[in-house]
């Protein structure tokens, strides 16, 4: 893909966020920084980037308002997030295992937890790739950055 074929700019919907765990501010904010450091992303159809995407949550489902460089709307993704709802949950439980784990384990522990969160995340990332085929093309780095943020917007409280 060209460079112009990427995010330039990103924007979360964050309006059913209630609170964050500052670890969790902070996944948010290394996904959102690395992503836009380097990713490939063309929305199928006769667009031309960088793009600014919108990411927010619409009835269960993913929406990716994607706009042109100027911000004029370009397409609109919804993608149900019912084939990911056991991954995200696992997720979830593993990260939360993590973050304990980095204040008092050994570093043992640490690793092999952090192998299964990698593992989850790769199983998210693909999952997303998959079900944006036809849709958006995206390399394996930005599915997992995307597949973050994904995460994020699922947390309510």
Do not use: W
Request: hydrophobic fraction near 40%; aromatic fraction near 6%.
């Amino acid at each position: 893909m060209s460079n112009r074929q990427r995010i330039a700019r990103i924007t979360l919907d964050e309006r059913t966020v209630i609170r964050r765990s500052a670890d969790i501010e902070h996944e948010r904010r290394v996904a959102i920084y690395d992503l836009l450091e380097a990713n490939c992303f063309q929305p199928a159809g006769d667009f031309s980037g960088p793009y600014h995407v919108l990411m927010g949550m619409e009835e269960n489902r993913l929406a990716l308002d994607v706009h042109d460089e100027n911000d004029a709307p370009l397409t609109r993704i919804l993608l149900p997030l019912t084939p990911f709802r056991r991954i995200i949950r696992d997720y979830f439980t593993i990260c939360d295992s993590y973050f304990q784990a980095i204040k008092l384990a050994s570093p043992s522990k640490i690793e092999a937890i952090d192998m299964g969160r990698r593992g989850l995340h790769n199983e998210g990332s693909d999952l997303l790739r998959e079900r944006l085929d036809g849709k958006v093309m995206l390399d394996h780095e930005t599915a997992r950055r995307l597949f973050t943020l994904v995460c994020i917007l699922q947390i309510r409280s």
